[in-house]
Protein backbone atom coordinates (compact mmCIF):
# COMPACT_ATOMS: atom_id res chain seq x y z
CA UNK A 1 0.00 0.00 0.00
CA UNK A 2 1.25 3.13 -1.04
CA UNK A 3 0.45 6.99 0.91
CA UNK A 4 -1.42 7.89 -1.92
CA UNK A 5 -4.39 5.06 -1.95
CA UNK A 6 -4.17 6.02 1.52
CA UNK A 7 -5.02 9.09 1.07
CA UNK A 8 -7.55 8.46 -1.87
CA UNK A 9 -9.14 6.44 0.35
CA UNK A 10 -10.32 8.77 3.05
CA UNK A 11 -10.55 11.77 0.20
CA UNK A 12 -13.77 9.21 -1.18
CA UNK A 13 -15.18 8.13 2.76
CA UNK A 14 -14.93 11.90 3.93
CA UNK A 15 -15.67 14.04 0.68
CA UNK A 16 -18.37 16.33 1.99
CA UNK A 17 -16.42 16.25 5.75
CA UNK A 18 -14.47 19.72 6.20
CA UNK A 19 -10.56 18.50 6.04
CA UNK A 20 -8.85 22.33 6.57
CA UNK A 21 -10.47 24.45 9.20
CA UNK A 22 -9.25 28.08 10.67
CA UNK A 23 -10.35 30.78 12.08
CA UNK A 24 -11.33 32.53 8.32
CA UNK A 25 -11.86 29.81 6.12
CA UNK A 26 -12.66 25.98 5.87
CA UNK A 27 -11.91 23.48 3.05
CA UNK A 28 -13.52 19.89 2.61
CA UNK A 29 -11.96 16.94 1.56
CA UNK A 30 -13.67 16.93 -1.75
CA UNK A 31 -11.63 20.94 -2.49
CA UNK A 32 -8.66 19.58 -1.10
CA UNK A 33 -8.88 16.87 -3.85
CA UNK A 34 -10.05 19.23 -6.93
CA UNK A 35 -6.77 21.77 -5.40
CA UNK A 36 -3.99 18.79 -5.31
CA UNK A 37 -5.74 17.20 -8.46
CA UNK A 38 -4.95 20.49 -10.11
CA UNK A 39 -1.46 20.79 -9.19
CA UNK A 40 -1.04 17.64 -10.73
CA UNK A 41 -2.23 17.66 -13.25
CA UNK A 42 -0.11 21.23 -14.01
CA UNK A 43 3.26 18.70 -12.94
CA UNK A 44 2.31 16.05 -15.71
CA UNK A 45 1.26 18.69 -18.01
CA UNK A 46 4.94 19.95 -18.11
CA UNK A 47 6.56 16.45 -17.71
CA UNK A 48 7.71 16.54 -14.60
CA UNK A 49 8.89 13.09 -13.09
CA UNK A 50 10.58 12.13 -9.82
CA UNK A 51 11.86 15.63 -9.75
CA UNK A 52 12.55 17.69 -6.62
CA UNK A 53 9.82 20.35 -6.51
CA UNK A 54 10.15 23.17 -4.07
CA UNK A 55 7.63 24.86 -2.20
CA UNK A 56 7.27 28.58 -0.38
CA UNK A 57 4.18 30.46 0.38
CA UNK A 58 2.50 33.19 2.23
CA UNK A 59 -0.54 31.21 2.69
CA UNK A 60 -0.29 28.10 4.64
CA UNK A 61 -2.58 26.12 3.36
CA UNK A 62 -1.16 26.29 0.08
CA UNK A 63 1.39 23.85 1.35
CA UNK A 64 -1.23 21.61 2.08
CA UNK A 65 -2.27 21.38 -1.60
CA UNK A 66 1.18 21.30 -3.46
CA UNK A 67 2.49 18.74 -0.59
CA UNK A 68 -0.39 16.65 -2.11
CA UNK A 69 -0.72 17.40 -5.53
CA UNK A 70 3.26 16.83 -6.36
CA UNK A 71 3.00 13.44 -4.03
CA UNK A 72 -0.06 12.77 -6.66
CA UNK A 73 1.78 13.37 -9.82
CA UNK A 74 5.39 10.86 -8.31
CA UNK A 75 7.64 13.89 -7.58
CA UNK A 76 9.17 14.56 -4.60
CA UNK A 77 8.26 17.69 -2.49
CA UNK A 78 10.69 19.71 -0.85
CA UNK A 79 8.72 22.50 1.98
CA UNK A 80 10.43 25.75 2.46
CA UNK A 81 9.93 28.76 5.27
CA UNK A 82 9.37 31.65 3.99
CA UNK A 83 10.03 32.94 7.32
CA UNK A 84 13.63 31.24 6.65
CA UNK A 85 16.58 33.93 5.57
CA UNK A 86 17.19 34.01 1.95
CA UNK A 87 20.14 32.78 2.76
CA UNK A 88 19.04 29.35 4.56
CA UNK A 89 16.24 28.92 1.65
CA UNK A 90 19.59 29.16 -1.24
CA UNK A 91 21.39 26.79 0.69
CA UNK A 92 18.48 24.32 0.26
CA UNK A 93 17.85 25.03 -3.57
CA UNK A 94 21.83 24.30 -4.00
CA UNK A 95 22.33 21.39 -1.67
CA UNK A 96 19.08 19.58 -3.39
CA UNK A 97 19.50 20.83 -7.03
CA UNK A 98 15.68 21.58 -6.84
CA UNK A 99 15.25 23.17 -10.55
CA UNK A 100 11.47 23.94 -9.61
CA UNK A 101 9.32 26.28 -7.16
CA UNK A 102 5.59 26.25 -6.75
CA UNK A 103 4.89 29.34 -4.77
CA UNK A 104 2.28 32.62 -4.51
CA UNK A 105 1.92 35.93 -5.99
CA UNK A 106 2.17 37.24 -2.00
CA UNK A 107 5.13 35.86 -1.62
CA UNK A 108 7.78 39.04 -1.19
CA UNK A 109 9.67 39.56 -4.20
CA UNK A 110 13.61 39.72 -2.44
CA UNK A 111 12.62 36.11 -2.34
CA UNK A 112 11.11 35.78 -5.89
CA UNK A 113 14.28 37.90 -7.49
CA UNK A 114 17.10 35.77 -6.19
CA UNK A 115 15.44 32.44 -6.63
CA UNK A 116 15.43 33.47 -10.04
CA UNK A 117 19.30 34.28 -10.18
CA UNK A 118 19.29 30.44 -10.13
CA UNK A 119 18.04 30.13 -13.25
CA UNK A 120 15.16 28.34 -11.52
CA UNK A 121 11.73 28.23 -12.68
CA UNK A 122 9.16 30.06 -10.88
CA UNK A 123 5.24 28.48 -11.24
CA UNK A 124 2.54 30.44 -9.55
CA UNK A 125 0.47 28.44 -7.46
CA UNK A 126 -2.54 30.99 -8.76
CA UNK A 127 -1.60 30.31 -12.39
CA UNK A 128 -1.82 26.78 -11.54
CA UNK A 129 -5.41 27.02 -10.02
CA UNK A 130 -6.59 29.26 -12.79
CA UNK A 131 -5.61 27.06 -15.81
CA UNK A 132 -5.32 23.74 -14.83
CA UNK A 133 -8.37 20.92 -14.42
CA UNK A 134 -7.47 18.20 -11.68
CA UNK A 135 -5.86 15.79 -12.82
CA UNK A 136 -8.57 12.27 -13.35
CA UNK A 137 -5.34 9.99 -13.89
CA UNK A 138 -2.36 9.44 -11.54
CA UNK A 139 1.13 8.07 -12.48
CA UNK A 140 1.92 4.83 -11.26
CA UNK A 141 3.84 4.84 -7.44
CA UNK A 142 5.16 2.12 -5.27
CA UNK A 143 6.50 2.06 -1.65
CA UNK A 144 9.70 2.34 -2.55
CA UNK A 145 9.02 5.97 -3.66
CA UNK A 146 11.49 8.80 -2.69
CA UNK A 147 8.28 11.32 -1.77
CA UNK A 148 10.02 13.93 -0.21
CA UNK A 149 12.91 15.95 0.94
CA UNK A 150 13.59 17.46 4.53
CA UNK A 151 17.02 19.01 5.64
CA UNK A 152 18.55 18.12 9.64
CA UNK A 153 18.70 20.76 12.07
CA UNK A 154 22.29 21.25 10.96
CA UNK A 155 23.33 21.32 15.16
CA UNK A 156 26.12 19.26 14.63
CA UNK A 157 27.30 21.26 11.75
CA UNK A 158 25.85 21.97 8.07
CA UNK A 159 22.59 20.42 7.41
CA UNK A 160 22.09 16.88 5.15
CA UNK A 161 19.24 16.56 2.56
CA UNK A 162 17.33 13.70 3.76
CA UNK A 163 15.20 11.51 1.10
CA UNK A 164 11.88 10.36 2.88
CA UNK A 165 10.16 7.14 1.61
CA UNK A 166 6.69 6.67 0.55
CA UNK A 167 6.08 3.15 2.67
CA UNK A 168 8.10 4.40 5.84
CA UNK A 169 6.16 7.50 6.32
CA UNK A 170 2.43 5.50 5.61
CA UNK A 171 3.93 2.92 8.41
CA UNK A 172 4.58 6.01 10.96
CA UNK A 173 0.97 7.21 10.18
CA UNK A 174 -0.80 4.21 10.05
CA UNK A 175 1.06 3.17 13.35
CA UNK A 176 -0.05 6.80 14.78
CA UNK A 177 -3.75 6.14 13.75
CA UNK A 178 -3.93 3.30 15.74
CA UNK A 179 -1.95 3.40 18.24
CA UNK A 180 -3.86 6.73 19.40
CA UNK A 181 -7.14 5.49 17.98
CA UNK A 182 -7.73 9.22 15.72
CA UNK A 183 -10.99 9.16 14.12
CA UNK A 184 -12.98 11.50 11.82
CA UNK A 185 -13.72 13.59 15.39
CA UNK A 186 -10.59 14.34 15.95
CA UNK A 187 -8.61 18.05 15.33
CA UNK A 188 -5.09 18.14 15.03
CA UNK A 189 -3.58 21.56 15.68
CA UNK A 190 -0.97 22.39 12.69
CA UNK A 191 1.70 24.36 14.38
CA UNK A 192 4.71 23.08 13.29
CA UNK A 193 6.66 24.85 10.40
CA UNK A 194 6.41 23.43 7.04
CA UNK A 195 10.31 23.26 6.77
CA UNK A 196 10.82 20.82 9.80
CA UNK A 197 9.94 16.87 8.40
CA UNK A 198 7.67 16.56 12.15
CA UNK A 199 5.41 18.55 10.15
CA UNK A 200 4.18 15.62 8.19
CA UNK A 201 2.43 14.26 11.41
CA UNK A 202 0.31 17.02 11.82
CA UNK A 203 -1.27 16.63 8.08
CA UNK A 204 -1.17 13.16 7.34
CA UNK A 205 -2.35 11.48 10.61
CA UNK A 206 -5.45 13.71 10.19
CA UNK A 207 -5.96 13.25 5.98
CA UNK A 208 -5.75 9.80 6.65
CA UNK A 209 -8.02 9.40 9.30
CA UNK A 210 -11.02 12.11 8.09
CA UNK A 211 -9.88 14.26 10.96
CA UNK A 212 -9.48 18.08 10.54
CA UNK A 213 -5.93 20.51 10.50
CA UNK A 214 -6.59 23.71 12.60
CA UNK A 215 -4.36 26.04 10.41
CA UNK A 216 -3.23 28.72 13.26
CA UNK A 217 -0.99 31.69 13.39
CA UNK A 218 2.21 30.13 14.93
CA UNK A 219 3.17 33.27 16.25
CA UNK A 220 0.49 32.66 19.02
CA UNK A 221 2.74 29.81 20.37
CA UNK A 222 5.08 32.78 21.53
CA UNK A 223 2.25 34.05 23.38
CA UNK A 224 1.13 31.32 26.14
CA UNK A 225 -2.32 32.93 27.02
CA UNK A 226 -3.30 33.01 23.17
CA UNK A 227 -1.75 29.33 22.56
CA UNK A 228 -3.90 28.23 25.53
CA UNK A 229 -6.83 30.29 24.15
CA UNK A 230 -6.73 28.33 20.43
CA UNK A 231 -6.43 24.62 22.11
CA UNK A 232 -9.67 25.35 23.91
CA UNK A 233 -11.47 27.65 21.49
CA UNK A 234 -10.26 25.11 18.17
CA UNK A 235 -11.46 22.15 20.23
CA UNK A 236 -7.58 20.49 19.49
CA UNK A 237 -7.48 17.22 20.19
CA UNK A 238 -4.23 16.18 19.00
CA UNK A 239 -1.09 18.85 19.58
CA UNK A 240 2.35 17.61 18.26
CA UNK A 241 4.87 19.87 20.12
CA UNK A 242 8.33 20.44 21.81
CA UNK A 243 9.19 20.81 25.36
CA UNK A 244 10.57 24.24 24.99
CA UNK A 245 6.72 24.84 23.66
CA UNK A 246 4.85 23.11 26.62
CA UNK A 247 7.23 24.98 28.88
CA UNK A 248 6.24 28.55 27.76
CA UNK A 249 2.13 26.88 27.91
CA UNK A 250 3.03 25.82 31.49
CA UNK A 251 4.52 29.63 32.27
CA UNK A 252 0.33 30.88 31.80
CA UNK A 253 -2.34 29.63 34.53
CA UNK A 254 -5.37 28.14 33.33
CA UNK A 255 -8.14 26.78 34.83
CA UNK A 256 -7.99 23.09 35.94
CA UNK A 257 -10.34 22.01 33.10
CA UNK A 258 -9.23 24.29 30.58
CA UNK A 259 -7.27 21.34 28.17
CA UNK A 260 -10.29 19.05 28.51
CA UNK A 261 -11.33 18.59 24.98
CA UNK A 262 -6.92 18.01 24.39
CA UNK A 263 -6.42 14.10 24.45
CA UNK A 264 -2.94 13.93 23.60
CA UNK A 265 0.16 16.19 23.38
CA UNK A 266 2.80 14.37 21.87
CA UNK A 267 6.15 15.85 22.76
CA UNK A 268 9.42 15.42 20.64
CA UNK A 269 13.20 17.03 19.27
CA UNK A 270 14.11 17.54 22.95
CA UNK A 271 15.04 15.94 25.78
CA UNK A 272 11.15 16.24 27.91
CA UNK A 273 12.57 17.54 31.56
CA UNK A 274 10.37 15.83 34.53
CA UNK A 275 9.34 18.81 35.82
CA UNK A 276 7.90 20.12 32.99
CA UNK A 277 5.64 16.35 33.32
CA UNK A 278 4.93 17.33 36.94
CA UNK A 279 3.55 20.56 36.29
CA UNK A 280 1.02 19.66 33.57
CA UNK A 281 -0.56 16.91 35.55
CA UNK A 282 -0.38 18.66 38.33
CA UNK A 283 -2.24 21.59 37.06
CA UNK A 284 -4.52 20.08 34.49
CA UNK A 285 -4.95 16.41 36.06
CA UNK A 286 -5.51 13.75 33.58
CA UNK A 287 -7.53 14.86 30.69
CA UNK A 288 -4.75 15.21 28.06
CA UNK A 289 -2.15 12.14 28.14
CA UNK A 290 1.39 13.44 27.66
CA UNK A 291 3.18 11.28 25.13
CA UNK A 292 7.27 11.16 24.51
CA UNK A 293 8.62 10.72 21.52
CA UNK A 294 11.67 9.83 19.61
CA UNK A 295 13.23 9.22 16.69
CA UNK A 296 15.12 11.58 14.26
CA UNK A 297 14.43 13.15 10.43
CA UNK A 298 16.86 10.20 9.49
CA UNK A 299 14.84 7.34 10.28
CA UNK A 300 11.30 8.82 9.27
CA UNK A 301 9.51 10.45 12.37
CA UNK A 302 9.48 8.93 15.44
CA UNK A 303 10.21 5.31 16.38
CA UNK A 304 10.63 5.19 20.29
CA UNK A 305 7.30 6.37 22.09
CA UNK A 306 6.02 6.68 25.70
CA UNK A 307 2.85 7.35 27.21
CA UNK A 308 3.41 9.19 30.49
CA UNK A 309 1.83 8.29 33.50
CA UNK A 310 -0.29 10.52 35.12
CA UNK A 311 1.49 9.91 38.87
CA UNK A 312 4.83 9.79 37.00
CA UNK A 313 7.80 10.79 39.81
CA UNK A 314 11.00 9.78 38.32
CA UNK A 315 13.72 11.94 37.75
CA UNK A 316 14.10 10.87 34.22
CA UNK A 317 11.37 10.86 31.71
CA UNK A 318 11.89 7.37 29.76
CA UNK A 319 11.91 7.67 26.12
CA UNK A 320 9.96 4.60 25.72
CA UNK A 321 9.57 1.19 23.68
CA UNK A 322 9.88 1.39 19.87
CA UNK A 323 6.84 1.22 17.78
CA UNK A 324 6.10 -1.71 15.78
CA UNK A 325 8.78 -3.22 13.01
CA UNK A 326 11.31 -1.53 14.98
CA UNK A 327 14.07 -2.26 17.67
CA UNK A 328 16.73 -0.69 19.83
CA UNK A 329 20.47 -0.82 20.32
CA UNK A 330 22.81 0.75 22.73
CA UNK A 331 26.52 -0.15 21.64
CA UNK A 332 29.85 0.86 22.64
CA UNK A 333 31.49 3.77 21.76
CA UNK A 334 34.02 2.79 18.96
CA UNK A 335 32.75 -0.77 18.12
CA UNK A 336 29.69 -2.81 17.44
CA UNK A 337 29.53 -4.25 21.13
CA UNK A 338 26.19 -3.79 22.60
CA UNK A 339 25.81 -2.80 26.11
CA UNK A 340 24.47 -4.37 29.14
CA UNK A 341 21.46 -3.25 31.00
CA UNK A 342 21.61 0.39 32.29
CA UNK A 343 24.81 1.00 30.67
CA UNK A 344 25.30 4.39 28.81
CA UNK A 345 26.26 3.93 24.96
CA UNK A 346 24.91 5.15 21.26
CA UNK A 347 21.41 4.70 20.21
CA UNK A 348 20.93 2.21 17.15
CA UNK A 349 17.64 2.54 15.69
CA UNK A 350 16.75 -1.00 13.66
CA UNK A 351 13.99 -0.50 10.54
CA UNK A 352 12.84 -1.42 7.65
CA UNK A 353 11.26 1.87 7.31
CA UNK A 354 14.10 4.11 6.96
CA UNK A 355 14.47 6.72 4.86
CA UNK A 356 16.76 6.59 1.74
CA UNK A 357 19.16 7.97 3.62
CA UNK A 358 21.29 11.57 2.39
CA UNK A 359 21.32 12.95 -1.12
CA UNK A 360 24.24 12.96 -2.64
CA UNK A 361 26.08 10.96 0.37
CA UNK A 362 28.29 8.86 -0.68
CA UNK A 363 29.51 8.17 2.40
CA UNK A 364 26.56 7.04 4.23
CA UNK A 365 28.08 5.90 7.32
CA UNK A 366 25.53 6.26 10.06
CA UNK A 367 23.67 4.02 8.11
CA UNK A 368 24.37 -0.08 7.96
CA UNK A 369 22.85 -3.05 7.58
CA UNK A 370 22.73 -5.52 10.33
CA UNK A 371 23.54 -9.63 10.51
CA UNK A 372 19.92 -10.46 10.08
CA UNK A 373 19.34 -8.12 6.48
CA UNK A 374 17.77 -5.10 8.56
CA UNK A 375 18.67 -1.54 8.19
CA UNK A 376 19.96 0.53 11.55
CA UNK A 377 21.24 4.05 12.04
CA UNK A 378 23.66 5.51 14.10
CA UNK A 379 22.10 7.98 15.85
CA UNK A 380 24.58 10.16 17.60
CA UNK A 381 22.35 10.08 20.99
CA UNK A 382 23.56 8.60 24.50
CA UNK A 383 21.15 6.50 26.09
CA UNK A 384 20.78 3.36 28.09
CA UNK A 385 17.77 0.32 28.59
CA UNK A 386 16.37 -0.18 31.95
CA UNK A 387 12.96 -1.99 32.66
CA UNK A 388 12.51 -2.49 28.95
CA UNK A 389 12.27 1.38 28.20
CA UNK A 390 14.81 3.60 26.08
CA UNK A 391 16.04 6.52 28.00
CA UNK A 392 18.59 9.07 26.95
CA UNK A 393 21.18 11.04 28.58
CA UNK A 394 23.04 13.76 25.70
CA UNK A 395 24.56 13.86 22.50
CA UNK A 396 27.81 12.31 21.61
CA UNK A 397 28.29 16.23 20.41
CA UNK A 398 27.65 17.20 24.07
CA UNK A 399 30.42 15.07 25.33
CA UNK A 400 33.50 17.71 25.66
CA UNK A 401 36.99 16.88 26.72
CA UNK A 402 38.05 19.75 29.60
CA UNK A 403 41.33 18.71 30.82
CA UNK A 404 42.04 15.76 29.09
CA UNK A 405 39.05 14.57 30.93
CA UNK A 406 35.33 13.66 29.00
CA UNK A 407 32.24 14.93 30.45
CA UNK A 408 28.82 15.18 29.54
CA UNK A 409 27.25 18.47 29.41
CA UNK A 410 23.92 17.11 30.44
CA UNK A 411 25.08 14.99 33.66
CA UNK A 412 26.44 18.93 34.50
CA UNK A 413 23.06 19.90 33.86
CA UNK A 414 21.22 18.06 36.36
CA UNK A 415 23.75 18.47 38.69
CA UNK A 416 23.24 22.01 38.55
CA UNK A 417 19.28 21.58 38.69
CA UNK A 418 19.66 19.18 41.93
CA UNK A 419 20.66 22.45 43.41
CA UNK A 420 17.53 23.35 44.01
CA UNK A 421 14.60 21.35 42.58
CA UNK A 422 11.89 23.38 43.91
CA UNK A 423 12.94 26.76 42.39
CA UNK A 424 15.73 26.34 39.63
CA UNK A 425 13.26 25.90 36.41
CA UNK A 426 15.80 25.01 33.85
CA UNK A 427 19.28 25.56 32.80
CA UNK A 428 21.56 24.98 29.84
CA UNK A 429 25.16 24.26 29.89
CA UNK A 430 27.59 25.31 26.70
CA UNK A 431 31.30 24.90 26.57
CA UNK A 432 32.30 28.34 24.61
CA UNK A 433 36.10 29.21 23.78
CA UNK A 434 36.99 26.49 26.37
CA UNK A 435 35.03 28.66 28.92
CA UNK A 436 32.19 26.91 30.89
CA UNK A 437 28.58 28.94 31.18
CA UNK A 438 25.84 27.56 32.64
CA UNK A 439 22.37 29.93 31.99
CA UNK A 440 20.12 28.80 34.24
CA UNK A 441 15.90 30.27 35.28
CA UNK A 442 15.49 31.03 38.49
CA UNK A 443 13.91 33.98 40.70
CA UNK A 444 16.66 35.27 42.19
CA UNK A 445 20.57 35.64 41.53
CA UNK A 446 22.07 32.32 42.60
CA UNK A 447 24.20 32.43 45.69
CA UNK A 448 27.35 31.54 43.84
CA UNK A 449 29.36 30.26 46.55
CA UNK A 450 27.00 27.88 47.81
CA UNK A 451 26.78 26.86 44.53
CA UNK A 452 30.10 26.11 43.94
CA UNK A 453 30.35 24.00 47.48
CA UNK A 454 27.65 22.27 46.05
CA UNK A 455 29.19 21.44 43.07
CA UNK A 456 32.59 20.76 44.31
CA UNK A 457 31.03 17.86 45.96
CA UNK A 458 29.73 16.50 42.91
CA UNK A 459 32.39 17.46 39.35
CA UNK A 460 35.53 17.69 39.29
CA UNK A 461 36.84 20.70 39.48
CA UNK A 462 37.44 22.11 36.05
CA UNK A 463 33.59 20.81 35.24
CA UNK A 464 32.34 23.77 37.39
CA UNK A 465 30.77 26.20 35.30
CA UNK A 466 33.25 29.29 34.88
CA UNK A 467 30.02 31.58 34.46
CA UNK A 468 26.84 31.46 35.59
CA UNK A 469 24.24 33.76 33.68
CA UNK A 470 20.51 34.51 34.78
CA UNK A 471 18.10 34.93 31.87
CA UNK A 472 14.23 35.21 32.37
CA UNK A 473 13.82 32.44 29.68
CA UNK A 474 15.29 30.35 26.84
CA UNK A 475 14.75 31.10 23.09
CA UNK A 476 13.25 28.87 20.64
CA UNK A 477 13.96 28.79 16.98
CA UNK A 478 11.17 28.36 14.56
CA UNK A 479 10.97 24.80 14.64
CA UNK A 480 10.47 25.33 18.77
CA UNK A 481 13.25 24.11 19.53
CA UNK A 482 16.31 25.93 21.84
CA UNK A 483 18.28 28.37 20.04
CA UNK A 484 21.47 28.27 21.69
CA UNK A 485 23.33 30.52 19.05
CA UNK A 486 20.97 33.43 20.76
CA UNK A 487 21.82 32.59 23.96
CA UNK A 488 25.53 32.39 23.46
CA UNK A 489 24.60 36.17 21.93
CA UNK A 490 23.60 36.95 25.67
CA UNK A 491 27.39 36.64 26.63
CA UNK A 492 27.98 40.18 24.23
CA UNK A 493 25.40 42.14 25.20
Known amino acids: MTLQSALLKTFKQYHNQKAIISDNFSVSYDE ?5 GQICSCLISKRFSKKIVSLIFSSPENYIYSIIGTLFSANVFMPLDIAHPIGKLLDCFISSESQFLITDKKTPPSIIETIEEQNIEIIYIEDIFQNNPPATLFPDNNENDVIYMYFTSGSTGKSKAVLGRNQSLLHFIEWEIKEFNVSEDDVFAQMTSPAFDPYLRDI ?90 YGPTETTLAKVFSRIAYDFSDEIVPV ?4 NDTKIYIVKEDSFL ?37 KWYATG ?35 VLAYDKEKIDDCV ?47 ITQNGKLDKNKLVKELLR
Open 338 to 374: ECSTGEIGEVYIETDYMTHGYYNDKDHSSFGISRNKK
Open 429 to 475: VLYEDNVLICFYIYPVEIDLRNMRVFLETRLLPIHIPHKFIKVTNFP
Open 32 to 36: LFKKA
Open 320 to 323: GQPI
Open 204 to 293: FAPLCSGAKIHIANRNCILVPRLFGKLIQESKITFLHTTPSILKSLLSYSFEENHFKKLRYMLIAGEVLPPNLVKNWYSKYNNYTVLVNL
Open 381 to 415: DLGYIKNNNLFLVGRKDDQKKIGGVRVDLNEIKNI
